[in-house]
Nanobody
Framework: QVQLVESGGGLVQAGGSLRLSCAAS????????MAWFRQAAGKEREFAAG????????YYADYTKGRFTISRDNAKNTVYLQMNNLKPEDTANYYC?????????????????WGQGTQVTVSS
């Protein structure tokens, strides 16, 4: 059974940084695209960043560019999201997702596995 477990969220002041981690287990992820989404209170879940598991290619939502970096450690089956220069509007629950194939784009429907999320709160 595939499990994704996020960690690294917390409370940070505006301008600060956090690194989120997503540990994957219960499957073989050598050919799965992975992504981070976020969901703020009262809003729909939105794409943040995705990474091609095998090749390291990445894709970002416009609002993250220059501030967020997605990376992965295949040996550890772990995906990271480094978030710098955080803003209050980045406050949300951040979710890790794994696609059945090597998809890493913004379509939520293409992701079959989801973690429980980790809360990020940015104070002004």
């Amino acid at each position: 059974q595939v499990q994704l477990v996020e960690s690294g969220g917390g409370l940070v002041q505006a301008g600060g940084s956090l690194r989120l981690s997503c540990a994957a287990s219960g499957g073989t992820f050598s050919s799965n695209g992975m992504a981070w989404f976020r969901q703020a209170a009262g809003k729909e879940r939105e794409f943040a960043a995705g990474i091609k598991w095998s090749g390291g290619s990445t894709y970002y939502a416009d609002y993250t560019k220059g501030r967020f970096t997605i990376s992965r450690d295949n040996a550890k089956n772990t995906v990271y999201l480094q978030m710098n220069n955080l803003k209050p509007e980045d406050t949300a629950n951040y979710y890790c997702a794994a696609a059945r194939g090597d998809y890493y784009g913004s379509n939520r429907g293409r992701y079959d596995y989801w973690g429980q999320g980790t809360q990020v709160t940015v104070s002004s």
